[in-house]
């Protein structure tokens, strides 16, 4: 079936470091794939999207490339900040009139 | 102006009562959703519906019931709680329901059964 993993958290990280969270999904067919990202106290929201091979979503610093051939879309930020601190989720959709299977979530701290 | 809302923010309630949760959109969307967040974070979706049609209705007890009077409005009616509903309950919107479609989620209602 359709599945999304990501690394583990928590992840703590320094300001200005650089962030990587793994993703990687199964899926048959060429899913769309999402980040979306939840602070304290609040509901989801989309950072960022990618619809087809090679791919790169991007928004507030934020890239994500969609690799086929990997089945991989890892998110990366080149310097964090206290703000960031969030819960992160790996997302895909199949195709229409189908669920949006989110991964667990990843859990950032970002300490000044 | 709240593109999602969701009532109330906090529920606590004993085991047995039957509770409902409101949600309201004013993004002129077609699409409304249901989610479970559990203590882990883990996301699940339970009920999607479509220009008021239900279209997707996950495996949850038929104690929780889904109601769409109109597009803007899906409100979830859950019957006889028990401890293991208590959970962070997300609602939804989007246009459309395409692979590609953002979905966009009201600040959850968080429930607590005692």
């Known amino acids: 079936g359709n599945s999304v993993t990501q690394m583990e958290g928590p992840v703590t990280l320094s300001e200005e470091a650089f962030l990587t969270i793994n993703c990687t999904y199964t899926a048959t067919g060429y899913p769309s794939l999402f980040w979306y990202v939840q602070y304290p106290g609040e509901g989801l929201q989309l950072l960022l999207k990618a619809t087809k091979a090679d791919d790169k979503g991007s928004n507030k610093g934020f890239e994500a490339t969609y690799r086929k051939e990997t089945t991989s879309f890892h998110l990366e930020k080149g310097s964090v900040q206290v703000s960031d601190s969030a819960v992160y989720f790996c997302a895909l959709a199949r195709a229409s009139y189908d669920k949006v299977i989110f991964g667990p979530g990843t859990s950032l701290s970002v300490i000044p | 102006d709240t593109a999602v809302s969701q009532t109330p923010k906090y529920l606590v309630t004993q085991m047995g009562n039957d509770k409902s949760i409101k949600c309201e959109q004013n993004l002129g969307h077609d699409t409304m959703y249901w989610y479970k967040q559990d203590s882990k974070k883990f996301l699940k979706i339970m009920f999607s519906?479509?220009?008021?049609?239900?279209?997707i209705n996950e495996t949850v007890p038929n104690r929780f019931s889904p109601k769409s009077p109109d597009k803007a409005h899906l409100n979830l009616h859950i019957n006889s709680l028990e401890l293991g509903d208590s959970a962070v309950y997300f609602c939804?919107?989007?246009?459309?329901?395409?692979?590609?479609?953002?979905?966009?989620f009201g600040p959850g209602t968080r429930l607590t059964v005692t």
């Open positions: 939804a919107s989007s246009q459309g329901f395409g692979p590609s479609t953002e979905q966009y």
């Open positions: 519906y479509n220009n008021k049609e239900l279209i």
